[in-house]
């Protein structure tokens, strides 16, 4: 290998449009404004851009215009559905380490905390008329006679999250694992 052949490969060769069957001309004449088909090609072909995918005959939406995991409040005037009360706890797993030889990082502040647990009182509802929505930061709880839309104070998964309703005291409980956040989230979103 020399220097040549590198300047032979970098070199433009001269194409011959007339000679070139791909070229422009020749690909108009070979696939004109008619649907009949032409000699020389099989079929044309079709460029598919990703993310381009046809969808549905029936969609009205792109996938990327539909928001995810959005609760929608009901800001309805004429509901003159009651707000039921609830409590916000927070909630620490703590072990022997955490207690006896402080050897983990956790205090007693709600930072360490790894459960957010919101108790509403529904009294008189069946569990059965108990309709909750849930995303990362609402809960949206309806039935009959109340309704609560309730901005959390904490990010949680949602898909992990356990509801128990006490059929005694008509009080649905939501344990809520809290998504883990660092420093400067906390505290940007805190203070």
């Not at 970098?10 to 791909?22: A, S």
């Not at 020389?40 to 381009?52: D, H, R, S």
Request: include cysteine; proline fraction near 6%; charged fraction near 40%.
């Amino acid at each position: 290998f020399g220097i040549a052949a590198l300047a032979d490969l970098l070199r433009e060769e001269e194409i011959d449009e007339e000679d070139d069957p791909k070229s422009l001309d020749n690909v108009r004449k070979l696939y004109g404004p008619g649907k009949e088909k032409k000699e020389g090609y099989e079929k044309p072909f079709k460029a598919v851009v990703k993310g381009n995918e046809a969808k549905g005959a029936n969609d009205i939406w792109d996938e990327d215009e539909i928001p995810q995991g959005e609760v929608v409040p009901d800001d309805n005037d004429e509901d003159n559905r009651d707000r039921p009360e609830y409590d916000i706890l927070y909630k620490q797993s703590v072990n022997a380490e955490d207690v006896y030889l402080n050897m983990g990082f956790k205090d007693p502040s709600s930072i360490s905390c790894d459960t957010l647990v919101v108790k509403i009182k529904l009294p008189g509802e069946p569990l059965s008329k108990i309709d909750i929505n849930l995303t990362e930061s609402v809960a949206h709880v309806r039935s009959p006679k109340y309704k609560l839309y309730l901005d959390l104070p904490r990010k949680v998964d949602d898909k992990n999250g356990k509801a128990e309703f006490d059929n005694k005291t008509s009080v649905l409980k939501l344990s809520l694992p809290i998504l883990y956040r660092s420093m400067r989230e906390a505290l940007e979103e805190d203070y």
